[in-house]
C-alpha cells in the first residue's frame, strides 16, 4: 500500500516521532492502517504533534505488553470488571 503525504505533513510526521528514519516512519504507518478505527481517527480528527506523540507511546507500551506476556484477551479483561462492579456480561 502506497500512501502520498505532503512534505509538510511529512516534517510534521518526523518531528513528532523524532526522527527521519523511513524505517521507524513506515512500522507506525503498518500499525496504523491495519487498524480501521485507528487510522480513522487520524484522519478525520488530525491530531496535533502532541497528541500524536502521546497515541504512538501508547501502541509502544501495549505492543511491548503483549510482547512480554503482560496483555490479556479483552473479554476476559472486560468480564473481570464487570464481576467486580457487580454486572452480568452474560447474554
Known sequence: ???EISDQSTRSIEKALGTTDPVVI???F???VSDEQ???SYLVEDP???ELRQ???MCDRGSQEMEEGKAQPA???LRKIAQKH???VDR
Open 30 to 32: 503498518e500499525r496504523i
Open 26 to 28: 513506515s512500522r507506525l
Open 86 to 88: 457487580g454486572l452480568n
Open 48 to 50: 496535533t504533534d502532541d
Open 55 to 57: 497515541s504512538l507511546a
Open 38 to 40: 485507528l487510522l480513522q
Open 75 to 77: 473479554d476476559e479483561a
Open 1 to 3: 500500500m502506497n500512501i
